[in-house]
C-alpha cells in the first residue's frame, strides 16, 4: 500500500526524534541516569513498544504478562514490587538476570530508556481504597483463603501469594478473581490432573490420581504442587494419564458463599497489609 506523504513526514519525524535523542545521549560519556530522561516524552513508550514486540514478546508476550510455560515474569507487576526504581528496571534490561533465562541485551542507553518507558505504560495499576472492616476481613481471609494463599509470608502455597494484590489488580478484576476464578488463571496456577502406578500395602498396580497446578514443564518432566502443597516431579514417560484441566483449583465463591459485605472486608484487610 502506498504511504500518503503526510504519512511518509510523520516518519521521517520520528525517525528523526530517535536519532536525535541517540546523539544528544551519545555526545557525551555520562554514565546512564537514575531517571528516565524519556519519561515525560510519549513517543518514547511507542517506540520502546515497538522493541518490546520484536525483542522480548518471545518470553514475555506481546502484552508484557508473560507466556505460559516459560519462566519469565509478568512484566505488568514490576513495578509493585518494593524497590523497583526506572534505573534498576534499565540494569536488569542492560545486564541480564544471574541465573535465570534473562540475557544481558547489547541496546543503546535510548533504547533502553525506552523499553522503560513502555513497560511504565503498560503497569498494572492498584485499586482504589476500600472501606470495610480489616478487622473483620482478617478473620475472613483466615477461613477461606489462608489455606492456599499466603500474606506477608503467612498462609499456603497452593495459590497467588496476595501481599501487594491491592497494588496490582484493579477492584473489579479482584472481585472477578473471587466470583469467577476460572475465567482468569494466573501463570504457573494452572491446574492438571495426573495419573500414575502407584504402590499400594507393598503392591505394584494401584492407580493413583491427583491434581495440582503445574509450576513447570520440559519435553521429558513436570513438576507441580499437589492439593497437599507438595512439589512433586514426575517423568511423563512414567505417567498414564497428563490432563490440563480449564478450571481453576479455586472453588467459586458465589454472594451466598461471601457477601459483598465480606468481600469488601477481606480486600481491606489485604490493602492493609501493603
Not at 45 to 69: E, Y
Not at 152 to 158: F, P
Request: hydrophobic share 40%; proline share 4%; glycine share 8%.
Amino acid at each position: 500500500m502506498k504511504k500518503s506523504p503526510e504519512t511518509k513526514r510523520s516518519l521521517i519525524r520520528f525517525v528523526t526524534w530517535i536519532l536525535s535523542i541517540t546523539a544528544v545521549m551519545y555526545v557525551s560519556s555520562v554514565p546512564a541516569q537514575q531517571i528516565n530522561p524519556l519519561e515525560s516524552d510519549p513517543r518514547a513508550a511507542r517506540a520502546g513498544g515497538v522493541l518490546f514486540r520484536s525483542q522480548c514478546a518471545t518470553c514475555h508476550g506481546g502484552d508484557a504478562k508473560g507466556i505460559t510455560g516459560i519462566e519469565a515474569p509478568d512484566l505488568t507487576l514490576i513495578w509493585a514490587a518494593v524497590g523497583t526504581t526506572d534505573e534498576r528496571v534499565f540494569q536488569t534490561i542492560r545486564n541480564g538476570v544471574p541465573g535465570s533465562i534473562m540475557p544481558a541485551h547489547g541496546f543503546t542507553d535510548p533504547e533502553t530508556w525506552m523499553l522503560v518507558s513502555y513497560l511504565r505504560s503498560v503497569a498494572a495499576t492498584g485499586a482504589t481504597e476500600f472501606s470495610g472492616d480489616a478487622v473483620r476481613g482478617s478473620g475472613l481471609f483466615l477461613s477461606n483463603c489462608a489455606r492456599c494463599h499466603r500474606v506477608r509470608g503467612e498462609g499456603g502455597s497452593l495459590g497467588p501469594d496476595l501481599s501487594q494484590i491491592t497494588s496490582r489488580r484493579s477492584a473489579a478484576a479482584l472481585v472477578n478473581s473471587v466470583r469467577e476464578p476460572s475465567a482468569t488463571i494466573a501463570r504457573r496456577y494452572h491446574s492438571v490432573s495426573l495419573v500414575f502406578e502407584g504402590l499400594s500395602a507393598g503392591a505394584s498396580g494401584s492407580r493413583q490420581r491427583i491434581q495440582g497446578t503445574l509450576k513447570s514443564e520440559d519435553a521429558f518432566s513436570i513438576q507441580m504442587m499437589d492439593t497437599n502443597q507438595q512439589l512433586r516431579a514426575f517423568m511423563k514417560a512414567d505417567l498414564l494419564e497428563f490432563v490440563r484441566e480449564s478450571d481453576s483449583l479455586m472453588p467459586a465463591f458465589s454472594r451466598t458463599d461471601l457477601s459483598s459485605a465480606e468481600l469488601e472486608d477481606i480486600l481491606t484487610f489485604l490493602q492493609s497489609q501493603l
